[in-house]
């Protein structure tokens, strides 16, 4: 088999091929890419055995077919170095040799049948959602899992349809994020009988991997695994077993006090806030007072630190305290032009930040006598 390819095409391709490839694993085999050529197109696939990308590449003369494993590290070294435009593959039974100018490799392959069949996506019926909106979904959610939590449910994220709707929802015990866009029905999709929760890996990998001009999602989601296809790649997943929390229980009412805040300038003070923080006294007071915010930490083995944000308030002082990391991480996935509304009962009571009517998170307090 023979192959002529564009490199910039394929390194590409090839990156996002990979990022499914397993670091460490017992199976040599999963170690590798596998490269499917055919008369439907040529794709490259990556698995884990657990998750799985196909992404079909272009930018390939050949007039073969057939299948061959690509060693991953090494092939990805060689893509890298690379300066020519072009370059050659020639496969020959377990040997692959790459020609690129001066330059000429020579890399043993494994047996293509060794390799775990990863699903392709062939269903008519599906849930379409916005790619984009799918991508920002995805980033102000995963963030908030706990993949090694032994409650494995909170290791992935929740997929929710109902109502031309799709939630996102994703909690680890002490924070929930919720994230909801329209979605629509192509065909006669059914709705999952069972909760789909969906491993944050999986997830993860469908935001990298979604081009900048792709328009759209498709989801189809079986009693076990779940398919999601965007343009020329396509993610499978097995479903994480065990319940997800009712989390539509844990957001509070609508508190009493409403506070406007803007996310860079808000995000700023609270990396500051984060410097003089230590394990055993990582909590910062949130003060809040006539149009002021105050962010107080302090650390015996370091110091202390007082950070001032002006804000609208105008109620009683408020005081309540946050693990400043769990607060950083939702703002970090705004753009700093962002408005947040903050919502708080009192200083014991779950925090509220809503962005829109589309996106809510919930931040549990630590105790202000730790």
Not at 14 to 35: E, I, W
Not at 48 to 56: A, F, K, P
Request: some cysteine; hydrophobic content about 40%.
């Amino acid at each position: 088999m023979h192959l002529t390819c564009n490199r910039a095409q394929f390194a590409a391709a090839f990156a996002v091929a990979a990022s499914a490839v397993p670091s460490r694993t017992p199976r040599d085999v999963l170690k590798n890419v596998l490269l499917i050529v055919s008369s439907a197109g040529t794709e490259l696939v990556g698995t884990d055995q657990e998750t799985g990308l196909r992404y079909r590449v272009n930018g390939i003369e050949t007039n073969s077919e057939g299948e061959v494993l690509l060693p991953t590290q090494k092939l990805s070294a060689i893509l890298r170095e690379l300066q020519s435009e072009t370059f050659e593959l020639q496969i020959d039974d377990r040997t692959i040799l790459l020609k690129s100018g001066g330059s000429r490799f020579r890399l043993t392959s494994e047996d293509p049948r060794e390799f775990p069949p990863v699903p392709r996506f062939s269903e008519d019926s599906c849930f379409r959602v916005s790619a984009p909106v799918l991508r920002q979904m995805i980033r102000r959610t995963s963030f908030a899992t706990d993949t090694e939590s032994t409650r494995y449910a909170l290791g992935g994220l929740l997929l929710e349809f109902a109502e031309g709707l799709l939630t996102l929802a994703a909690t680890d015990g002490r924070r929930l994020a919720v994230a909801t866009a329209s979605c629509e029905r192509q065909g006669d999709p059914l709705i999952p009988a069972r909760t789909t929760v969906v491993p944050t890996k999986a997830m993860s990998l469908l935001e990298r991997s979604i081009d900048a001009d792709a328009d759209w999602v498709d989801i189809v989601v079986h009693d076990n695994d779940v398919l999601l296809k965007s343009g020329p790649c396509t993610v499978s997943s097995r479903l994480v077993e065990g319940r997800f929390p009712r989390y539509r229980d844990v957001i509070p009412p609508t508190g009493s006090v409403n506070i406007p805040l803007s996310a860079g300038l808000f995000y700023s003070a609270v990396r500051q806030s984060q410097i003089v923080t230590d394990e055993e006294t990582r909590g910062v007071d949130f003060r809040f007072s006539n149009s002021l915010l105050t962010l107080a930490s302090e650390a015996s083995a370091v110091g202390d630190s007082r950070i001032e944000l002006a804000i609208e308030f105008a109620h009683d002082d408020l005081q309540i305290t946050f693990d400043p990391k769990y607060v950083a991480e939702f703002l970090r996935v705004l753009t700093p032009e962002t408005l947040v509304d903050l919502q708080l009962t009192d200083g014991e009571t779950a925090a509220v930040f809503r962005v829109d009517d589309s996106y809510t998170y919930v931040v549990m307090p630590l105790t202000q006598d730790r």
